[in-house]
T-cell receptor, first 110, second 113 residues
Framework: QKEVEQDPGPLSVPEGAIVSLNCTYS??????FMWYRQYSRKGPELLMY????GNKEDGRFTAQVDKSSKYISLFIRDSQPSDSATYLC??????????FGKGTKLSVKP | NAGVTQTPKFQVLKTGQSMTLQCAQD?????MYWYRQDPGMGLRLIYY???????DKGEVPNGYNVSRLNKREFSLRLESAAPSQTSVYFC????????????FGDGTRLSIL
């Protein structure tokens, strides 16, 4: 079983839609949860960071963590064409390096 | 605010040539990392340096060497480039422990013919 599973997409939505991006993981030791956004020909940039179960909101973005189900989500409200990018989930345990998902490619159509 | 700076941005090599990719960060971070990113493979860790003076192998270290020159700089060297090393290479840094958020440069696109 892979440590992190993330649907690669691509996901295409109309402008203004609510987007849901998801990752599942298998390692119970993961304590830190992150979402990165990567525009074409750019490096990943940190979007959201949390270490507890529940929701964390930042503007149009909400990160949701369910440790009991080993499931994290990123919701984007009122999606914009500028949100078109690849979104990567990432996890950190008590030791060792971050583990990254392979990314979901999102396209928001005007 | 430069953050993590990688040079060069693009490079084409012939098989067997050598090359050093440079990375510098200005955030006073302790830890630095080198990744490669290939289609369908995601980010794969090549080497990392938890602190100045230490380096460790990641998931795919074969064919690469690294040098942590000082706290700011971490270089990646290909001694004898192979077509399988054609990829986009990202350098990242983080403060504190290895499991903390990392900050990435914009990558070096390397093509080996």
């Amino acid at each position: 079983q892979k440590e992190v599973e993330q649907d690669p997409g691509p996901l295409s939505v109309p402008e203004g839609a609510i987007v849901s991006l998801n990752c599942t993981y298998s390692n119970s030791a993961f304590q830190y949860f992150m979402w990165y956004r990567q525009y074409s020909r750019k490096g990943p940039e940190l979007l959201m960071y949390t270490y507890s179960s529940g929701n964390k909101e930042d503007g149009r973005f909400t990160a949701q963590v369910d440790k009991s189900s080993k499931y994290i989500s990123l919701f984007i409200r009122d999606s914009q064409p500028s949100d078109s990018a690849t979104y990567l989930c990432a996890y950190g345990g008590s030791q060792g390096n971050l583990i990254f998902g392979k990314g979901t490619k999102l396209s928001v159509k005007p | 605010n430069a953050g993590v700076t990688q040079t060069p941005k693009f490079q084409v090599l012939k098989t067997g040539q050598s090359m050093t990719l440079q990375c510098a960060q200005d955030m006073n971070h302790n830890s630095m990392y080198w990744y490669r990113q290939d289609p369908g493979m995601g980010l794969r860790l090549i080497y990392y340096s938890a602190s100045e003076g230490t380096t460790d192998k990641g998931e795919v270290p074969n064919g690469y060497n690294v040098s942590r020159l000082n706290k700011r700089e971490f270089s990646l060297r290909l001694e004898s480039a192979a077509p399988s090393q054609t990829s986009v290479y990202f350098c990242a840094s983080s403060g504190g422990q290895l499991n903390q958020p990392q900050h990435f440069g914009d990558g070096t696109r390397l093509s080996i013919l």
